[in-house]
């Protein structure tokens, strides 16, 4: 319904049934103006009794998902402003604050900041084929091209908790943990500017460049108690190794110092 320059609009969807995904229910409303040179939209969504036929995806959805977005598009650019969208269903929540979504002559490269919490990573789990537990936040901030899989992003997640089905990494990510990176990467390959974890007893540094024809990354890692991995392990450990060569026959590099060791 349009009133001068303001328009709403609602739409409500029962029983969705399509061959690969169901819904009960799927409303979605909507307001905002045209003027010369601009639309504009605040949308809001609610879906539930959400039924993907893939298993793990439905157990990673959930059975429902609510949401809202505001979009900006102007005359003369190609792209589309996206202010704010929310999402949330059970267990997590992710927000994009300004975002813009560009044109073709840009690659339709997305570029804002995306944070999201994640609850219980364990029902993740299916879609990634490992037992996941735990919780995380995790926030990104960059730029995507979707056509060329180009990017320029830069990561933090904070975790609690994590496991992944693997005794001694669940052992290292016990507690809280913390990963940052600032990764690029184009035609050439993927540059690594910094990358870095922390996590129990363990703290880690990464740096370098990553390609298929030639690789050349360095690492500096610290274990300042290895007993924390168990099997009657013991002692500090420091280490420098370095990745160089074409990345399937690259030459691994590596030196140590340990203390206490058992």
Do not use: H
């Amino acid at each position: 319904r349009a009133k001068g320059d303001g328009w709403t609009g609602a739409a409500t969807v029962q029983g969705l049934d399509r061959a690969d995904f169901r819904a009960s229910q799927v409303i979605l409303s909507g307001s905002g103006r045209i003027t010369p040179g601009q639309f504009g939209a605040t949308l809001t969504f609610d879906a539930e009794g959400l039924q993907p036929t893939d298993a793990a995806l439905g157990a990673a959805l959930g059975s429902f998902v609510s949401g809202n977005a505001i979009l900006i598009r102007r005359q003369g650019d190609a792209g589309l402003s996206l202010s704010r969208l929310t999402l949330t269903g059970q267990d997590y929540s992710a927000s994009v604050t300004g975002g813009r979504i560009a044109g073709l002559d840009e690659s339709f490269a997305m570029t804002g900041t995306v944070a999201a919490e994640l609850a219980d990573l364990s029902r993740f789990g299916p879609l990634a084929d490992l037992p996941l537990g735990g919780a995380a936040k995790t926030t990104f901030s960059g730029r995507l091209e979707p056509l060329t899989g180009a990017y320029n992003l830069i990561l933090q997640a904070d975790g609690q908790d994590m496991r992944m089905g693997q005794p001694m990494i669940d052992a290292v990510l016990r507690g809280a943990a913390k990963l940052t990176a600032d990764l690029v990467r184009d035609a050439s390959g993927t540059k690594v500017n910094s990358a870095s974890i922390s996590a129990n007893s363990l703290s880690a540094n990464a740096q370098g460049a990553l390609s298929r024809d030639a690789t050349d990354l360095t690492a500096q890692l610290r274990f300042a108690d290895l007993s924390v991995l168990g099997g009657g392990l013991g002692g500090t450990i420091t280490a420098d190794a370095r990745m160089i060569g074409p990345f399937a026959s690259a030459n691994l590099q590596a030196t140590a110092n340990g203390q206490g060791l058992r």
